[in-house]
């Protein structure tokens, strides 16, 4: 890194430190923000990590606190001058303001849909009935449940590394993950299929970052103000909104997503977003169209809209891991009894993930290998705690030859239109092996 010019504006005159947490996706995230920022402010910039309690305890995630106690540390730490910006993944920022700190920039937007990691370069089209398919969001449950498939969802958590390597291990026949953040790992030659928005809503804000800062701190704030892309915070700012005024957390099963709109000289916006029971018996999808410089009031009335078909409760429908998701037969890994587990890594990528698992318990996989995970992914206390599957991150094996990731199509333009479709009551395949479904997370 080049010490072009220390100081500048205000600050200590020192380097810029940006907060990160340890795990590899939040250091490749950190990593390409300060880079960004030492190119277009001339500052240097140094990471700083963050030890967290989520880092450090070994005890379930979801015992202390959730995934809010990544967000919580690093924000304690801009709080104390301990460092000065902290990046986040958007979509698991709490939609609660938080005091004395501000959103600095949203950068612009990485892809935000989901995709498959399937075996053999396995597609969703190709994954037979009963096929086991890997995901701890409710929300990419109850929305793959509603596919109507025959899929076995099964709830698994851990960083990209630890769910890739359910596929890899042979245990899953693939999982369900966010585009941008293997895009971000630079392993998105792993996926084998794209999720299409149609059938599947990416969590509120997936795919975008948020730099935040100190409220007082104007050096900061103009430092990264150059990162800011304006279309990416309306379309973030619409989606969280209605995630807002739903009164839905992180893991709800609820998704959305705001893309331009086809219009006269730009400026539209279109929301789509969808609400759905996790067992995906019932699934409530909506749109809106509206000035971008609208954008939270596009996603408030799309919230109201939504509330009004029905969405209350199937949001609080999104809370017990166990019940819902377990009951309509979601299965697990390692043969574990419905409605187990598999909590590995609650790292990066664990954020939304881990939906409401408090009533849950983590059931243990079957202990495997010693918790050494890879020398990239340092392992969190917290995935030691749970005996981790083999983990092999960057092992190719899943894709065979002639299978070409095919990610990389950007969104589908303006796909639907300002239509609504309240109440597609989709029941979930029962089959005899009662799990069948697959989810999207948040
Ligand atoms: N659930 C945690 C999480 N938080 C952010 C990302 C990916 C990056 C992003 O969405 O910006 C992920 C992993 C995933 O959902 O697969």
């Given at each position: 890194?080049t010490?072009?010019?220390?100081?500048?504006?205000?600050?200590?005159?020192?380097?810029?430190?940006?907060g990160?947490?340890?795990s590899?996706?939040?250091?490749?995230?950190?990593?390409?923000?300060?880079?960004?920022?030492r190119?277009?402010?001339?500052?240097?910039?140094?990471?700083?990590?963050?030890?967290?309690?989520?880092?450090?305890?070994?005890?379930?995630?979801?015992?202390?606190?959730?995934?809010?106690?990544?967000v919580?540390?690093?924000?304690?730490?801009l709080?104390e001058?301990?460092v000065?910006?902290?990046?986040?993944?958007?979509?698991?920022?709490?939609?609660?303001?938080?005091?004395?700190l501000?959103?600095?920039?949203?950068p612009?937007?990485?892809?935000?849909?989901?995709?498959?990691?399937?075996?053999g370069?396995?597609?969703?089209?190709?994954?037979?009935?009963g096929?086991?398919?890997?995901?701890?969001?409710p929300?990419?449950?109850?929305?793959?449940?509603?596919?109507?498939?025959?899929?076995?969802?099964?709830?698994?958590?851990?960083n990209?590394?630890t769910?890739?390597?359910?596929?890899?291990?042979?245990?899953?026949?693939?999982?369900?993950?966010?585009?941008?953040?293997?895009?971000?790992?630079?392993?998105?030659d792993?996926?084998?299929?794209v999720?299409?928005?149609?059938?599947?809503?990416?969590?509120?804000?997936?795919?975008?970052?948020?730099?935040?800062?100190?409220?007082?701190d104007?050096?900061?704030?103009?430092?990264c103000?150059?990162?800011?892309?304006?279309?990416?915070?309306?379309?973030?700012?619409?989606?969280?909104?209605l995630?807002?005024?739903?009164?839905?957390?992180?893991?709800?099963?609820?998704?959305?997503?705001?893309?331009?709109?086809?219009?006269?000289?730009?400026?539209?916006?279109?929301?789509?977003?969808?609400?759905?029971?996790?067992?995906?018996?019932?699934?409530?999808?909506?749109?809106?169209?509206?000035?971008?410089?609208?954008?939270?009031?596009?996603?408030r009335?799309l919230?109201?809209?939504?509330?009004?078909?029905?969405?209350?409760?199937?949001?609080?429908?999104?809370?017990?891991?166990?019940?819902a998701a377990?009951?309509?037969?979601?299965?697990?890994?390692?043969?574990?009894?419905?409605?187990?587990?598999?909590?590995?890594?609650?790292d990066?990528?664990?954020?939304?993930?881990?939906g409401?698992?408090?009533?849950?318990?983590?059931?243990?996989?079957?202990?495997?290998?010693?918790?050494?995970?890879?020398?990239?992914?340092?392992?969190?206390p917290?995935?030691?705690?749970?005996?981790?599957?083999?983990?092999?991150?960057?092992?190719?094996?899943?894709?065979?030859?002639?299978?070409?990731?095919?990610?990389?199509?950007?969104?589908?333009?303006?796909?639907?239109?300002?239509?609504?479709?309240?109440?597609?009551?989709?029941?979930?395949?029962?089959?005899?092996?009662?799990?069948?479904?697959?989810?999207s997370?948040?």
């Open positions: 890194m010490a072009a010019e220390v100081g500048g504006a205000g600050a200590a005159g020192g380097p810029l430190r940006l990160t947490r340890r590899p996706l939040a250091r490749a995230q950190s990593e390409m923000v300060a880079e960004r920022l190119a277009t402010s001339g500052r240097a910039v140094v990471l700083v990590e963050v030890t967290t309690q989520g880092d450090v305890d070994r005890a379930p995630l979801r015992q202390i606190g959730g995934t809010g106690v990544f919580a540390a690093l924000r304690e730490a709080l001058g301990r000065d910006l902290a990046v986040h993944s958007f979509k698991d920022l709490p939609t609660a303001p938080a005091p004395g501000v959103l600095a920039a949203v612009p937007r990485e892809d935000p849909r989901d995709v498959l990691v399937g075996a370069g396995a597609g969703l089209g190709d994954l037979p009935v096929a086991r398919v890997g995901t701890g969001s929300r990419r449950a109850a929305q793959l449940r509603a596919l109507g498939l025959g899929l076995d969802v099964v709830d698994v958590r851990g990209v590394d769910r890739v390597g359910f596929v890899t291990s042979g245990r899953l026949d693939a999982v369900v993950l966010a585009s941008a953040g293997l895009r971000r790992l630079g392993r998105h792993e996926v084998t299929d999720l299409d928005v149609d059938q599947v809503l990416p969590a509120p804000a997936q795919g975008a970052l948020a730099l935040e800062c100190r409220a007082d104007d050096a900061t704030a103009q430092a103000a150059a990162l800011d892309d304006p279309a990416a915070r309306a379309a973030t700012t619409a989606e969280r909104a995630l807002a005024a739903l009164e839905a957390g992180c893991s709800a099963p609820v998704g959305a997503l705001a893309r331009p709109a086809a219009g006269e000289g730009g400026g539209l916006l279109e929301l789509v977003a969808v609400v759905a029971a996790t067992d995906g018996s019932r699934v409530l999808r909506r749109s809106v169209r509206g000035d971008e410089a609208e954008a939270a009031e596009l996603g009335r919230a109201a809209e939504l509330l009004a078909d029905g969405a209350a409760d199937l949001v609080a429908d999104g809370a017990p891991a166990g019940s377990a009951g309509a037969g979601g299965g697990s890994l390692g043969g574990l009894p419905a409605g187990g587990a598999l909590d590995v890594a609650p990066a990528v664990a954020g939304p993930d881990h409401g698992a408090a009533a849950a318990p983590p059931v243990e996989p079957p202990p495997t290998r010693p918790p050494v995970d890879t020398p990239v992914a340092p392992v969190l917290d995935e030691a705690g749970t005996p981790p599957l083999p983990i092999h991150p960057s092992s190719p094996a899943l894709r065979p030859a002639g299978t070409p990731p095919p990610g990389s199509q950007p969104p589908p333009g303006g796909t639907s239109s300002t239509r609504r479709t309240p109440g597609t009551a989709q029941t979930p395949p029962a089959d005899a092996r009662g799990s069948s479904s697959q989810e997370e948040a």
